[in-house]
């Protein structure tokens, strides 16, 4: 004889679905929410250097006049 009578566990399964299925969406929603906020500081970051490196100018306004250690 099973625990619960087929008619009534089928309640409990949908319920375990159900709530399986939304932990699932709950999760995928927080990553993505940190993900797009570590999009937008590495975009942040970026964009000082993208400016420096566009002004040829600020090299040569940099102490030494530019003439320092070329990695």
């Known amino acids: ?3 619960l009578p087929l008619d009534e566990a ?3 399964v949908a ?12 999760y995928v929603v927080i990553i993505a929410a940190k ?3 570590v999009v ?5 970051l970026g964009e000082p250097a993208e400016d420096a490196a566009m ?3 600020s090299r040569s306004a940099a102490p030494g006049g530019g ?3 070329r990695g």
Do not use: C, D, K, Q
Not at 15 to 26: D, E, K, R
Not at 40 to 44: K, T, Y
């Open 35 to 37: 993900v797009s906020r």
């Open 55 to 57: 002004t040829p100018a």
């Open 1 to 3: 004889m099973p625990a």
């Open 67 to 69: 003439a320092g250690w």
């Open 40 to 44: 937008r500081a590495l975009e942040e």
């Open 15 to 26: 319920a375990a679905y159900l709530a399986f299925t939304m932990l699932v969406v709950i």
């Open 10 to 12: 089928g309640r409990y």
